[in-house]
């Protein structure tokens, strides 16, 4: 199940996420090329689907139990699991726990692979030591931190250390760049003019920090800022994954 | 007041086309977000006294009713009287007999969300005796027809000082002033009257100190000092989850409260008032009164929802939050707006009343992150969300996506298929274009953007394919 070539630093379990699986396949592809180039062997579980994620934020605990349960018993046997999203792995990490604070035996479970469970660009920094990213993209880049990313994972230096080792991209700064870009999952969807409203101002200050792209990690967000962006007339900003910004073609 | 969280879609609708209150919010936000990050500097360790705080306000509720108990020895040992609502109605009545029973007709009142929640101004009204609202945001919103407040301590946020101009000179009947001092010494101006007149005085409370038996007032504007001190009765309304149990605590609520706030190291006024006025004192009430209302307090002591009953009334959840700064606090429809109100609102006016509003947020947890006594605030939305569930409150659309949605992705095979059916479908949909203009199925979604077309292939069907081909 290994992608070559095997790497000699062990194995990492990659929790694709179902929204890369259907929208944007590359951000996989991406993830499993900074993964090999920080001498990981990737193992990519093929039953996985969904950490339970919408289902949760809804209120329908039992689904997202059956879910995480799910989860824990593809991923309980990787050292370390890597997810290209801050709000799935702030699901793996903060919420799978919470699930079963009632169920000792799971809840157990569950902490383990919470500790063990890293948003990409905070494992490649933080235990790969990857300070050199390897892909090559020239222009000006502004990051947004995604909420769960930035808030429950601890997500804020890593990207920004990454982004700017690569020799042709300046970093420009975003304001508000910590703000909400008011996708919320379902949110989005049951209240479209609040979400519309805040993504705009979103927008604004993209288009006013002059960059040619904004980069994020988590795809939820880049849908909804990517969608205003086109709806609005703007078909040149491009919105990209922090995972492909940094691995580059 | 009475509740209109049920029309919150409309609500917001009418906001977000209401151009001068786009307008208004666009100025003001951000301001006390950046007001109390500079502030927080000035704590040496504000992690530290953040989780004091929490400690305090959480150790309180686990023994409530005996810090409630030591209250009411402490306050009638120093000559007040301690009176208990079982709601705002309740409360209400209380008031009008001891405004009865002191010949009272007239009220001057600072600042208090308790009496939002009881609408105690019209019940006043009813029974012939006069409101006088003497905090300035407070006294504008009750000239402009007893507007409700869209904040808990900034209430008049929603409003310019082009919209203040207008409203005096209309209801004063003097020259429009655009200065903001002008403005204020008009209002003072009408004010003292009604000082000077008044025979009892009603504050909030933002604390309940218990081994006093005292209140504790935080304001910025000196009313709260007039009004507690000057008339012959002092009524304190407030909730029975403000008590703490010493100086020493208040002390360290203190140092949070006003950065979280406003970003103030303390408000212009602290008032702590204890008992009524004895011989030698200066000045003081010779009747003190405390009304303690429940209001659906003590139904959530024990429960889930008991970290919402820490909170302080700071007003920094809404500071921070992407939906309130952008629909404002009416949109609410009750007395509590922002995160707090998601929260406050379902659980003291019924679930059923405000089911948008714990739905309404993105779960962002700024909320959560700035709360000076760390209540989670998203994780109490989503309880309440949770509830909903259980009591099939949702749509059935959205428990059929849900199920439908659970059903698959606990089975791979039935989820890959899916998969590969919505990308083909979406990929149609798109017809080559980049995105998605217009989707049937998430009409919410396109209604205000587009929604970017799949990449041809799922990553599954991709990387089986690729590893199919590096074995062959
Ligand atoms: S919930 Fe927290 S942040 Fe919001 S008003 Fe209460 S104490 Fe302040």
Same mark, same amino acid.
């Given at each position: 199940?290994?992608?070559?070539?095997?790497?000699?630093?062990?194995?990492?379990?990659?929790?694709?996420?179902?929204?890369?699986?259907?929208?944007?396949?590359?951000?996989?592809?991406?993830?499993?090329?900074?993964?090999?180039?920080?001498?990981?062997?990737?193992?990519?579980?093929?039953?996985?689907?969904?950490?339970? &994620?919408?289902?949760?934020?809804?209120?329908?605990?039992?689904? $997202?139990?059956?879910?995480?349960?799910?989860?824990?018993?593809?991923? @309980?046997?990787?050292?370390?699991?890597?997810?290209?999203?801050?709000?799935?792995? /702030?699901?793996?990490?903060?919420?799978?726990?919470?699930?079963?604070?009632?169920?000792?035996?799971?809840?157990?479970?569950?902490? !383990?692979?919470?500790?063990?469970?890293?948003?990409?660009?905070?494992?490649?920094?933080?235990?790969?030591?990857?300070?050199? $990213?390897?892909?090559?993209? %020239?222009?000006?880049? =502004?990051?947004?931190?995604?909420?769960?990313?930035?808030?429950?994972?601890?997500?804020?230096?890593?990207?920004?250390?990454?982004?700017?080792?690569?020799?042709?991209?300046?970093?420009?700064?975003?304001?508000?760049?910590?703000?909400?870009?008011?996708?919320?999952?379902?949110?989005?969807?049951?209240?479209?003019?609040?979400?519309?409203?805040?993504?705009?101002?979103?927008? @604004?200050?993209?288009?006013?920090?002059?960059?040619?792209?904004?980069?994020?990690?988590?795809?939820?967000?880049?849908? #909804?800022?990517?969608?205003?962006?086109?709806?609005?007339?703007?078909?040149?900003?491009?919105?990209?994954?922090?995972?492909?910004? +940094?691995?580059?073609? | 007041?009475?509740?209109?969280?049920?029309?919150?879609?409309?609500?917001?609708?009418?906001?977000?086309?209401?151009?001068?209150?786009?307008?208004? *919010?666009?100025?003001?936000?951000?301001?006390?977000?950046?007001?109390?990050?500079?502030? *927080?500097?000035?704590?040496?360790?504000?992690? !530290?006294?953040?989780?004091?705080?929490?400690?305090?306000?959480?150790?309180?509720?686990r023994d409530l009713d005996l810090w409630l108990e030591r209250f009411e020895r402490e306050a009638t040992a120093r000559g007040a009287t301690v009176l208990w609502a079982h709601d705002g109605d309740e409360a209400c009545r209380l008031i009008i007999d001891i405004a009865r029973r002191h010949d009272v007709r007239s009220v001057v009142k600072s600042k208090s969300m308790v009496s939002e929640e009881a609408g105690l101004n019209a019940a006043l009204e009813a029974a012939g005796i006069r409101p006088v609202e003497t905090d300035l945001g407070e006294y504008i *919103?009750?000239? #402009?027809?007893?507007?409700?407040?869209?904040?808990?301590?900034?209430?008049?946020?929603?409003? %310019?000082?082009?919209?203040?101009?207008? +409203?005096?000179?209309?209801?004063?009947?003097?020259?429009?002033?655009?200065?903001?001092?002008?403005?204020?010494?008009?209002?003072?101006?009408?004010?003292?009257? =009604?000082?000077?007149?008044?025979?009892? /005085?009603?504050?909030?409370?933002?604390?309940?100190?218990?081994?006093?038996?005292?209140?504790?007032?935080?304001? #910025?504007?000196?009313?709260?000092?007039?009004?507690?001190?000057?008339?012959?009765?002092?009524?304190? +309304?407030?909730?029975?989850?403000?008590?703490?149990?010493?100086?020493?605590?208040?002390?360290?609520?203190?140092?949070?409260?006003?950065?979280?706030?406003?970003?103030?190291?303390?408000?212009?006024?602290?008032?702590?008032?204890?008992?009524?006025?004895?011989? /030698?004192?200066?000045?003081?009430?010779?009747?003190?009164?405390?009304?303690?209302?429940?209001?659906?307090?003590?139904?959530?002591?024990?429960?889930?929802?008991?970290?919402?009953?820490?909170?302080?009334?700071?007003?920094?959840?809404?500071?921070?939050?992407?939906?309130?700064?952008?629909?404002?606090?009416?949109?609410?429809?009750?007395?509590?707006?922002?995160?707090?109100?998601?929260?406050?609102?379902?659980?003291?006016?019924?679930?059923?009343?405000?089911?948008? *509003?714990? &739905?309404?947020?993105?779960?962002?947890?700024?909320?959560?992150?700035?709360?000076?006594? %760390?209540?989670?605030?998203?994780? +109490?939305?989503?309880?309440?969300? @949770?509830?909903?569930?259980?009591?099939?409150?949702?749509?059935?659309?959205?428990?059929?996506?849900?199920?439908?949605?659970?059903?698959?992705?606990?089975?791979?095979?039935?989820?890959?298929?899916?998969?590969?059916?919505?990308?083909?479908?979406?990929?149609?949909?798109?017809?080559?274009?980049?995105?998605?203009?217009?989707?049937?199925?998430?009409?919410?979604?396109?209604? &205000?953007?587009?929604?970017?077309?799949? =990449?041809?292939?799922?990553?599954?069907?991709?990387?089986?394919? &690729?590893?199919?081909?590096?074995?062959?």
């Amino acid at each position: 199940m290994t992608s070559a070539p095997p790497g000699g630093r062990g194995e990492v379990g990659l929790f694709v996420t179902c929204l890369v699986d259907l929208m944007r396949p590359s951000v996989a592809f991406s993830s499993i090329r900074l993964l090999e180039a920080a001498g990981y062997t990737v193992v990519v579980p093929e039953a996985q689907t969904c950490c339970g &994620q919408p289902g949760y934020n809804a209120g329908d605990t039992r689904s $997202a139990r059956t879910l995480a349960r799910k989860v824990i018993r593809e991923f @309980e046997r990787f050292d370390h699991v890597v997810v290209p999203s801050g709000s799935c792995a /702030g699901m793996v990490r903060v919420h799978f726990p919470e699930l079963f604070v009632d169920d000792p035996a799971w809840h157990a479970r569950a902490g !383990a692979l919470a500790a063990r469970t890293y948003e990409l660009t905070q494992f490649l920094v933080d235990i790969a030591g990857m300070t050199q $990213a390897p892909g090559g993209f %020239s222009g000006s880049v =502004a990051y947004h931190d995604s909420c769960a990313g930035l808030r429950e994972m601890g997500v804020k230096r890593q990207p920004r250390l990454l982004i700017d080792s690569m020799p042709d991209v300046r970093r420009v700064e975003l304001r508000e760049c910590e703000e909400c870009c008011g996708f919320g999952g379902l949110f989005s969807v049951k209240y479209p003019d609040i979400s519309g409203a805040i993504v705009q101002r979103k927008c @604004e200050h993209i288009h006013a920090s002059g960059a040619y792209a904004v980069a994020l990690g988590d795809l939820g967000c880049m849908m #909804n800022i990517e969608g205003r962006l086109r709806r609005t007339g703007d078909g040149l900003t491009q919105v990209i994954h922090v995972a492909e910004l +940094l691995a580059g073609e | 007041m009475e509740i209109r969280s049920m029309h919150f879609v409309d609500r917001v609708r009418e906001r977000l086309d209401d151009p001068e209150l786009q307008r208004n *919010l666009k100025r003001t936000r951000g301001r006390n977000a950046a007001a109390r990050a500079a502030s *927080l500097g000035g704590l040496d360790d504000f992690d !530290a006294v953040r989780a004091r705080a929490t400690e305090i306000r959480a150790s309180v509720l686990r023994d409530l009713d005996l810090w409630l108990e030591r209250f009411e020895r402490e306050a009638t040992a120093r000559g007040a009287t301690v009176l208990w609502a079982h709601d705002g109605d309740e409360a209400c009545r209380l008031i009008i007999d001891i405004a009865r029973r002191h010949d009272v007709r007239s009220v001057v009142k600072s600042k208090s969300m308790v009496s939002e929640e009881a609408g105690l101004n019209a019940a006043l009204e009813a029974a012939g005796i006069r409101p006088v609202e003497t905090d300035l945001g407070e006294y504008i *919103l009750q000239i #402009n027809d007893n507007e409700p407040p869209s904040h808990i301590i900034m209430p008049v946020i929603h409003k %310019s000082r082009e919209q203040v101009t207008e +409203l005096f000179a209309r209801v004063h009947g003097t020259e429009p002033k655009t200065d903001i001092e002008a403005l204020t010494r008009e209002a003072r101006e009408r004010l003292r009257p =009604a000082f000077l007149g008044a025979d009892m /005085g009603l504050s909030g409370g933002n604390f309940l100190v218990a081994e006093t038996g005292s209140v504790a007032i935080v304001t #910025n504007e000196g009313n709260g000092r007039l009004c507690t001190t000057m008339p012959r009765v002092h009524v304190a +309304l407030t909730g029975i989850e403000k008590v703490i149990p010493t100086l020493d605590d208040l002390a360290t609520l203190l140092r949070i409260l006003p950065r979280s706030a406003t970003g103030q190291a303390i408000s212009n006024y602290v008032s702590l008032l204890t008992g009524t006025k004895h011989d /030698g004192d200066a000045d003081g009430p010779a009747h003190m009164y405390f009304v303690l209302v429940d209001g659906g307090r003590a139904d959530l002591v024990g429960s889930d929802f008991e970290p919402m009953l820490r909170c302080i009334r700071c007003g920094a959840c809404m500071n921070h939050c992407p939906v309130y700064q952008t629909v404002g606090g009416h949109a609410y429809g009750w007395v509590y707006t922002g995160p707090m109100g998601s929260v406050l609102t379902p659980l003291f006016q019924g679930i059923g009343n405000a089911r948008d *509003l714990p &739905q309404a947020a993105t779960l962002c947890n700024q909320c959560g992150v700035v709360c000076p006594v %760390s209540i989670p605030l998203p994780d +109490l939305m989503r309880k309440l969300r @949770e509830k909903q569930v259980e009591r099939g409150m949702r749509p059935w659309t959205e428990r059929l996506a849900m199920r439908a949605w659970a059903w698959a992705a606990a089975r791979p095979w039935a989820y890959s298929a899916c998969a590969r059916a919505a990308v083909r479908y979406l990929c149609w949909l798109a017809g080559g274009r980049a995105s998605i203009p217009v989707m049937g199925l998430a009409p919410g979604w396109t209604s &205000q953007r587009d929604f970017p077309a799949p =990449a041809a292939r799922t990553f599954r069907d991709m990387y089986a394919r &690729q590893r199919r081909g590096r074995a062959s």
